[in-house]
C-alpha cells in the first residue's frame, strides 16, 4: 500500500503544470486581444477618414457646381431651359465635359468645342463625385482599361465599323449636319476616349457595356494610340482625310504648274 501510494504521488506531482506556463498563456492571450483590437481600431479610423475625405469632397464640388453649373443645370441637378438635366449622367460625363473644357459652356453653338480647361484635377474630381453622389451613373473607367495595351489590330476593325463613319477611318474628324461635327481624335485622353464612348456626348451614340464591353473599348483606344504614334510611310498625310483631300490638292497643284509653265512658254516666245 506504501510502495503504491508513493508511485501515484510520484505521478501526481510530474503531470502538474509549471507555473511558467501559465504565465506564458496569459501572456499570448494578452498579445493576441491586443494586436486584434490595434488591428480593428486602425482599420475603423482608416474607413472614417476616407469618409471623412469623401464627404469633404463632394461638398467642395457642391459649391463648385452652384457657382459655376447651376445657372443652366439647376440647383439640383433637374435642368432648365439653358441646359440639361444631369439626373443619372454619372461622374464619367461630368469627367470629360469639365475635362475636356467643353464645359462650362462659353456661348450657345450647335455644339460645345474643346477649349482650355477651367477648373484643377481635383476641382473635377470633385464636381464629378458631387453629381454622382446626387445620381448614380456610369462611373470614371478602372485604369487596366486606358493602358492602351491592348489589340490594336481588333481595335481598329471595331473603330472602322463602329466611328470611322464620323470621325474618319483616321481618328481625323468629320462635319455632320447644322454645323456639328465629329471632333479628331489626335491628342485626346485615353480616359475621355473611353468616357465619349460610355456616355455620348452631343451628336455621339452610347456605347455601354453590351454594346462595346471594357475590353473593346480599351482595344479601340489601342489602335487610335497605336495610329497617332505612328509616322506615315506615304509621305505628308494631308491631314488624313482621305481621298478627296488629297485629290483637291493633286488637282489644284497640277493646274497651277500647267498654267505656270504655259505663262512661261508664252513669255519666252514673246
Request: contains cysteine; aromatic residues 6%.
Amino acid at each position: 500500500m506504501f510502495r503504491t501510494s508513493r508511485k501515484t504521488s510520484g505521478i501526481r506531482k510530474t503531470g502538474r503544470r509549471s507555473p511558467l506556463a501559465s504565465v506564458s498563456l496569459i501572456a499570448l492571450g494578452l498579445l493576441l486581444s491586443g494586436g486584434a483590437y490595434a488591428l480593428v481600431s486602425s482599420s475603423t479610423a482608416v474607413a472614417d477618414t476616407s469618409s471623412t475625405a469623401t464627404q469633404a469632397t463632394v461638398e467642395e464640388g457642391e459649391k463648385l457646381f452652384q457657382a459655376n453649373c447651376a445657372t443652366c443645370h439647376g440647383l439640383n441637378l433637374e435642368g432648365s431651359k439653358e441646359g440639361p438635366s444631369l439626373i443619372g449622367v454619372g461622374e464619367a460625363a461630368v469627367d470629360f465635359q469639365v475635362g475636356t473644357g467643353r464645359m462650362p459652356l462659353q456661348a450657345n453653338a450647335p455644339q460645345a468645342p474643346v477649349k482650355p480647361v477651367q477648373f484643377t484635377d481635383e476641382q473635377i474630381s470633385a464636381l464629378a463625385q458631387y453629381v454622382g453622389s446626387v445620381s448614380p451613373g456610369p462611373a470614371i473607367p478602372e485604369d487596366k482599361y486606358l493602358d492602351a495595351d491592348g489589340d490594336a489590330a481588333r481595335g481598329a476593325e471595331l473603330f472602322r465599323v463602329n466611328c470611322a463613319m464620323c470621325h474618319n477611318v483616321a481618328g481625323a474628324g468629320g462635319a455632320l449636319t447644322e454645323g456639328k461635327y465629329a471632333p479628331e481624335l489626335t491628342g485626346v485622353t485615353e480616359t475621355h476616349i473611353y468616357e465619349a464612348m460610355l456616355t455620348g456626348p452631343q451628336n455621339m451614340p452610347v456605347f455601354n457595356d453590351a454594346n462595346l464591353t471594357p475590353e473593346d473599348k480599351r482595344d479601340i483606344i489601342t489602335a487610335l494610340k497605336f495610329q497617332e504614334n505612328s509616322t506615315s510611310v506615304g509621305g505628308h498625310p494631308l491631314g488624313s482625310l482621305g481621298p478627296v483631300a488629297e485629290g483637291l490638292f493633286l488637282w489644284i497643284a497640277g493646274m497651277g504648274i500647267i498654267v505656270a509653265l504655259t505663262v512661261w512658254i508664252t513669255a519666252r516666245s514673246n
